[in-house]
């Protein structure tokens, strides 16, 4: 997994770098979910990752985190 500092552009916009784009499997055109799931916390995901986390019982705001955390089962920056 990548991390990319970017800013909130005056439109309200957030440009996703194409090498993130990549490493995510998106393609100019395809449909993105955007949720806030947390202050300062935003999630971007398709529909069909939304659709695999519901059919897994996840909650989607906390799957993405899960994802972080990998196997080690515990969260980024938790005390080991």
Known sequence: MSNYR????LR??????VHIQEQAG?????????????PGIVVIMTPQALR????????PAVAPFI????????????DR
């Open 52 to 59: 695999d986390i519901l059919r897994a019982g996840l909650d």
């Open 26 to 38: 998106l393609a100019v055109g395809d449909p993105v979910i955007v949720s806030a799931a947390g």
């Open 67 to 78: 994802a972080l955390a990998g196997d080690s089962g515990h969260a980024p920056g938790e």
């Open 6 to 9: 970017t800013n909130v552009g």
């Open 12 to 17: 309200g916009r957030i440009a996703v770098p």
